[in-house]
């Protein structure tokens, strides 16, 4: 059992930043991958950014030049520093967790709840 608990999202204006932090804890030994997707109303789910344990990153092509991800093992806990936020970015952002960024980015593994990101114009 896998579990992985978001937090910092909120409310911010366009330009300002936030970070999003994700601890996983369980069976996490298999995860080489974390990351993470958002979704936004009435669009699909998209993996925003992703990190194996070695430091490989993986981003979308929207979000490169403003975020970035970053992961401390020791703490099994990824971050996601978002730069420069536009309102294009407001929608749920789900911490995700696999054993490869293949499978990530095929949409399996394990997901947190959620937290939601506003960026108001």
């Known amino acids: 059992q896998v579990q992985l608990v978001e937090s910092g999202g909120g409310f911010v204006q366009a330009g300002g930043s936030l970070r999003l932090s994700c601890a996983a804890s369980?069976?996490?030994?298999?995860?080489?991958?974390m990351g993470w997707y958002r979704q936004a109303p009435g669009k699909q789910r998209e993996l925003v950014a992703a990190?194996?344990?070695?430091?490989?990153?993986n981003y979308a092509d929207s979000v490169k030049g403003r975020f970035t991800i970053s992961r401390d093992n020791a703490k099994n806990t990824v971050y996601l520093q978002m730069n420069n936020l536009k309102a294009e970015d407001s929608a749920v952002y789900y911490c995700?967790?696999?054993?490869?960024?293949?499978?990530?980015?095929?949409?399996?593994?394990?997901w947190g709840q959620g937290t939601q990101v506003t960026v108001s114009t």
């Open positions: 995700a967790a696999a054993p490869n960024i293949v499978t990530m980015s095929l949409g399996r593994g394990n």
């Open positions: 369980g069976n996490i030994f298999s995860l080489n991958a």
């Open positions: 990190i194996t344990r070695g430091g490989i990153t």
